[in-house]
T-cell receptor, first 113, second 113 residues
Framework: ETGVTQSPTHLIKTRGQQVTLRCSSQ?????VSWYQQALGQGPQFIFQ???????GRGNFPPRFSGLQFPNYSSELNVNALELDDSALYLC????????????FGEGSRLTVL | AQSVTQLGSHVSVSEGALVLLRCNYS??????LFWYVQYPNQGLQLLLK??????LVKGINGFEAEFKKSETSFHLTKPSAHMSDAAEYFC???????????FGTGTSLTVIP
């Protein structure tokens, strides 16, 4: 059974650029959630995808967008990058929406200069 | 909205001593409660969870937590600290019908030899 995998692990961008982060969910899981973890903070919910539909969104602007594919893998896209977007982006998969236990990947560390 | 408070951003204990990490939450409905551990440059790993039933929950690596509804608390304990327990610990809450987890700001545990 493969766990949650994320790519890339590290990347550096400049302000105004766009970034795409990718996530493969754990085998059998149909729900993917994305979290942003700023340095020294707890993870903050960005949004969740369940069977290719957005199923809830946190307090993040529209320049944060996502996608889930038929195989339940997912992408997080961030446009017009700002310095404050520098963070660890965590993908978590679960079986079913709602209160299911989250299984996290190791994250993508984004630095915006 | 839910919120989670972790008292003490840094906790130091001697090897072999009791570990106590505090978590209080606010919720208008019965919550689901979780403790996650994060090692440097890694994602989050589930230690234990409370959903329903017995309020004393046992997790991995000798950790346990007790759900106290009257105190809105879910403190994490371990009778005897080990050097390998040094990590960041996050308490999280979700609602029964919710699709997002709310995380505390984390407690960094240092184990002194």
């Amino acid at each position: 059974e493969t766990g949650v995998t994320q790519s890339p692990t590290h990347l550096i961008k400049t302000r105004g650029q766009q970034v795409t982060l990718r996530c493969s969910s754990q085998s059998g899981h149909n729900t993917v959630s994305w979290y942003q973890q700023a340095l020294g903070q707890g993870p903050q919910f960005i949004f969740q995808y369940y069977r290719e539909e957005e199923n809830g969104r946190g307090n993040f602007p529209p320049r944060f967008s996502g996608l889930q594919f038929p195989n339940y893998s997912s992408e997080l896209n961030v446009n017009a990058l700002e310095l404050d977007d520098s963070a660890l982006y965590l993908c978590a998969s679960s079986l079913g929406r709602g209160r299911g236990e989250l299984f996290f990947g190791e994250g993508s560390r984004l630095t915006v200069l | 909205a839910q919120s989670v408070t972790q008292l003490g951003s840094h906790v130091s204990v001697s090897e072999g001593a009791l570990v106590l990490l505090r978590c209080n939450y606010s919720s208008s409905v019965p919550p689901y409660l979780f403790w996650y551990v994060q090692y440097p440059n890694q994602g989050l790993q589930l230690l234990l969870k409370y959903t329903t039933g017995a309020t004393l929950v046992k997790g991995i690596n000798g950790f346990e937590a007790e759900f106290k509804k009257s105190e809105t608390s879910f403190h994490l304990t371990k009778p005897s600290a080990h050097m390998s327990d040094a990590a960041e610990y996050f308490c999280a809450v979700s609602e029964f019908s919710g699709n997002q987890f709310y995380f505390g700001t984390g407690t960094s545990l240092t184990v002194i030899p």
